[in-house]
């Protein structure tokens, strides 16, 4: 089997703290077998964050810098992205260091055995051990991924989630579909991978 390609899409708001350490986690991918991409989408920040991405696009030549010359939010931001990937994976990976890349490794598994178009992470799926949440971030989070489940009749467990990868023809047929500059990106994308009637995995 042919090594993956995969993108991931790194949205940008005044990250220049995090950012450089979010993309040297992400090219340890690369040491997996993984042809790697990340594209770097910066909406437009206030402090140096641009700078700082432009300069790990100068040192690694398979990041792309793109820039949005007013902020348009991070929906808008994931948009441009989705538009501009070439792997035959396409995620999202957020620049706060929150999540680590390295699952990505395991989320790309159920894609690359022909069994899913798209694949989410959770942070609630039952396992041995897990990172305690704050209890009204958990509450609010499992309410809006209820509200979720019933309008698109499926059954996912973290519709907020950072983590979503889905197949290149998958997010190139959804994006351009999409409106939701901001927070609202996450149940509009979840209501149109239900509409494309996409195999889903956790």
């Not at 790194?10 to 090219?27: F, G, H, M, S």
């Not at 994931?78 to 990505?104: C, K, S, V």
């Not at 994006?175 to 509009?188: D, M, S, V, Y």
Request: proline share 3%; aromatic share 10%.
């Amino acid at each position: 089997m042919n090594n993956p390609q995969l993108s991931l899409i790194i949205p940008c708001y005044n990250e220049e703290q995090t950012l450089a350490d979010c993309v040297k986690r992400c090219l340890e991918i690369s040491e997996y077998n993984v042809s790697l991409e990340l594209i770097i989408v910066d909406d437009c920040s206030s402090d140096n964050s641009l700078a700082v991405a432009q300069s790990l696009a100068e040192s690694y030549p398979h990041i792309t810098v793109l820039h949005h010359v007013q902020n348009q939010g991070k929906g808008a931001a994931l948009r441009t992205g989705f538009l501009h990937a070439t792997g035959e994976y396409i995620g999202i990976q957020d620049a706060d260091m929150e999540y680590t890349p390295l699952d990505y490794l395991t989320l790309m598994e159920p894609l690359r055995q022909g069994k899913a178009d798209v694949v989410y992470g959770s942070r609630y799926l039952r396992q041995d051990t897990r990172r305690v949440l704050y209890f009204w971030h958990t509450w609010m989070n499992r309410t809006l991924t209820f509200l979720s489940n019933m309008f698109t009749n499926l059954d996912i467990s973290d519709m907020e989630t950072c983590y979503k990868l889905f197949r290149r023809e998958i997010i190139k047929t959804i994006a351009p579909q999409l409106q939701e500059n901001r927070f609202g990106f996450e149940p509009e994308i979840t209501a149109l991978v239900a509409q494309h009637k996409c195999r889903v995995y956790e």
